[in-house]
């Protein structure tokens, strides 16, 4: 029977990480995959997990199941984290999911089950996995413009201008902050006019948010979510912990489903349970566990919040030097917008020709589309980078 399998694609992002590990050149340089690393080169484990770890290890009796949704501390935990007070309580269902994928299946899954025919509409690029997620789910999808490639910026006219062609029950997923695979983000005047043009339309948003706390800061780059919860009558979030509590292989996400009707909140909660219950049936318990430990308790909290902040100014650090070597080695400002950009990723907006003679020539790891993670660099290697960037000619 399974002779009839076909070869499936592989993941560009995933593929590349196997290429780099086979390269045997020292002088390589890793800015694939959507992991943090320190300038040594380390994913390390943040502080606060491994006091929480120890914590666990020591106070835990029983590794019985615990729920269909998870832990409930840990939805209300990562509810006020991402949305503040933005909604009441009462108004939001929320399941923890095996990572933030898992919680963007589960969302792709609930709209399909409510509206078999919604087209999700989502931004020309996005992240891979979201369009072929969306494709094995059997789920129509529309791109709309967001990449300028003049100015590495948003083309917001032509997002609004896209966006103007979903009909009521099509569904808009957004970036929550830090765009991957671009790094360009909506500023708060534009958050508030696709809101806007969402209720006009009668459009359901999905926001993904993966890297809260690697753009502006942990409120900052929450003001868009917050801003999308608070002003449109329902909303999915799937939430990611693997990136700001550095948990990757520990698979800790939440898909909240926020409605401002009260009454759907029973409705959507049963949905969220049965959903998880017919993929997975428990999610995993050991990350989220961590994440609530860390989120309510006053020290663990601030340490985990004080570490992710000296990553973030690393990183910006990091995009800073970039765009002022750039600067210096082309003359020209025309690099500007990688200290512009937010997050993990920017989208250096070359051709995959040059992509691909940047990794023969000099060893220089990024996604085909010119995505580069900003976090595989440190000081002695953004000269590098810089260099093999203007010797390629982009
Ligand atoms: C990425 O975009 O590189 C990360 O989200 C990792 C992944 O699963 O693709």
Redesign the pocket.
């Known amino acids: 029977m399974f002779e009839t399998l076909k070869t499936q694609p592989a993941d560009k992002?995933l593929a590349l990480m196997q290429k780099f590990r086979e390269d045997p050149r020292e002088s390589k340089i890793d800015l694939g995959?959507?992991v943090y690393k320190n300038a040594q080169g380390v994913t390390p484990v943040m502080r606060a997990i491994k006091a929480a770890e120890h914590k666990l290890w020591e106070e835990q009796t029983s590794k019985s199941y615990v729920g269909l949704v998870g832990d409930p501390a840990y939805s209300d935990a990562m509810i006020k984290l991402i949305l503040g007070g933005a909604v009441e309580r009462g108004n939001i269902a929320a399941a923890a999911t095996p990572g933030g994928?898992g919680a963007v299946r589960q969302a792709f899954e609930l709209i399909k089950m409510a509206n078999p025919s919604a087209r999700v509409f989502v931004s020309d690029p996005t992240?891979p996995?979201h369009i072929s997620i969306l494709n094995y789910v059997g789920v129509e999808t529309v791109t709309y413009r967001y990449f300028d490639r003049e100015t590495r910026g948003v083309n917001f006219d032509g997002m609004v201008e896209d966006l103007k062609t979903a009909v009521k029950g099509d569904v808009v997923l957004l970036h929550g902050c830090c765009h991957?695979p671009t790094g360009a983000n909506l500023n708060e005047v534009q958050w508030k006019e696709i809101i806007a043009l969402m209720n006009e339309r009668g459009l359901v948003p999905m926001i993904d948010i993966?890297y809260q706390g690697f753009g502006d800061g942990l409120e900052e780059d929450a003001v868009g979510v917050r801003l999308v919860a608070a002003g449109t009558p329902e909303c999915l979030i799937a939430a990611s912990c693997s990136k700001n509590f550095g948990i990757y292989r520990e698979r800790t996400g939440l898909l909240m489903m926020v409605s401002n009707d009260t009454a759907a909140q029973k409705l959507n909660q049963g949905t969220l349970a049965f959903l998880n219950r017919q993929n997975y049936s428990f999610p995993p318990d050991h990350g989220a566990r961590l994440v609530t430990m860390i989120l309510n308790d006053d020290a663990l909290r601030a340490d985990w919040a004080a570490e992710l902040e000296e990553t973030r100014l690393g990183m910006l650090g990091l995009r800073q030097q970039l765009a002022d070597e750039l600067q210096r080695l082309s003359g020209s400002d025309r690099f500007g917008f990688l200290a512009q950009h937010r997050g993990m990723f920017s989208l250096l907006g070359t051709s995959p020709d040059l992509v691909e003679k940047m990794r023969s020539d000099d060893g220089i790891y990024m996604v085909g589309d010119s995505r580069m993670n900003i976090a595989g660099l440190n000081a002695d290697t953004v000269p590098i980078l810089a260099k093999a960037i203007i010797d390629a000619g982009v």
């Open positions: 992002i995959v959507g994928t992240w996995n991957n993966a």
